[in-house]
């Protein structure tokens, strides 16, 4: 079945680093963009990150340029998310979704908590 499955979240004081992986399965994942969202605490949902089928098309919030990194490996059906610099408004559950463009599919996991603290 279609299912995405976030990992790598933990607790890291500010100004550390960490890694997101997604791993993704049942479904065409070369055929798919990928973005990360979080939803911080008593916060909606924020879009922060995708990265389109080929792999070098990127895109990114404001509010995480020059800190976050996207990067996809379709051989392995994998969505990375490189965090550094973090900063303790980083702190949310973050959750990797699948879209195919101009189809109704989408996907999501189910989120991996990440909290910066010191």
């Known amino acids: 079945q279609v299912q995405l499955v976030e990992s790598g979240g933990g607790l890291v004081q500010p100004g550390g680093s960490l890694k997101l992986s997604c791993a993704a399965s049942g479904f065409t994942f070369s055929n798919v963009a990928l973005s990360w969202l979080r939803q911080g605490p008593g916060k909606g949902l924020e879009w922060i990150s995708e990265?389109?089928?080929?792999?070098?098309?990127?895109y990114y919030a404001d509010s995480v340029k020059g800190r976050f990194t996207i990067s996809r490996d379709n051989a392995k059906n994998m969505v990375y998310l490189q965090m550094n610099s973090l900063k303790p408004e980083d702190t949310g559950v973050y959750y990797c979704?699948?879209?195919?463009?101009?189809?109704?599919?989408?996907?999501w996991g189910q989120g991996t908590q990440v909290t910066v603290s010191s």
């Open positions: 979704n699948a879209r195919m463009v101009f189809t109704d599919f989408t996907s």
């Open positions: 990265v389109l089928t080929g792999g070098s098309n990127t």
